[in-house]
């Protein structure tokens, strides 16, 4: 009776719908974030438009929040700890120009990780609306 079962319980795996996949899966979970992450910064860094940013930032704690953050983001387990994106960003001088050569050193980053377009439009439409917490006044932007 119990071999039955067992098998019987295996027959109604199939019918079940699977789970989705989070962001957080579709991209390879922490490690690939952790990856993402660090060249993210490598661009970030050498932009000359956004480095001024992050003189004196301790990165390594930075980058530790960025990944924390996305991972929450995009659906991964855990949660996110640090200061609202507004209040990690208020008072910096960050312009809608600012967030948009950000996005494209993510998006840079996100596909030199083999991450898939599609996968990369999910992830926008995540990123995109930080904008007005991030850079909150973009008519001073010029933008």
Known sequence: MLEWSAIRMGMLTRFREPKAATLYDKIGGYGALEVIVED??????DDDHLSNFFAGSDMK??????????????????????????????????????????????????????????????IFSVVAPLADEIAPDHARAGV
């Open 40 to 45: 993210f910064y490598c661009r970030v860094l």
């Open 61 to 122: 704690r930075l980058k530790d929040k960025q990944v924390e953050y996305l991972a929450a983001a995009f659906g991964g387990p855990g949660s996110y700890s640090g200061p609202s994106m507004r209040q990690a960003h208020e008072g910096r001088g960050i312009t809608r120009y600012h967030f948009n050569l950000v996005a494209g050193h993510l998006k840079d980053s996100l596909c030199a990780a083999g991450v898939p377009e599609a996968t990369i439009a999910e």
